[in-house]
């Protein structure tokens, strides 16, 4: 089941992607990509979060292609968003 959502984006996009990538990286995580799109994964408690993102203007479009089951994506969103801002 994948999610998708848009994150808006305050600033420059790159001060938002680097605090993502300090976010995912803290975690063990893979974060890999410019201001334009890119590929993160990260492993939590066992179990794998992965997706892709692009920048469009003053958003970032994530989408979740990978994620457990019992996670609820607006949990995810939610985390996304307080880690970029």
């Known amino acids: 089941m994948s999610c998708q959502f848009n994150l ?3 600033g420059e996009p790159q001060a938002a992607l680097d ?3 300090k976010a995912v990286q803290s975690q063990g995580g893979t974060f890999t990509g ?3 799109a890119g590929q993160f994964s990260v492993t939590v408690f066992g179990n794998v979060i992965a997706g ?4 469009a203007g003053a958003e970032l479009a994530i989408l979740i292609t990978e994620k457990p089951f019992l996670l609820p994506c607006p949990a995810i969103e939610s985390y996304l968003k307080s880690a970029i801002h």
């Open 34 to 36: 410019d201001t334009n």
């Open 19 to 21: 605090k993502a990538r």
């Open 8 to 10: 808006p984006i305050s």
């Open 52 to 55: 892709s993102y692009t920048v």
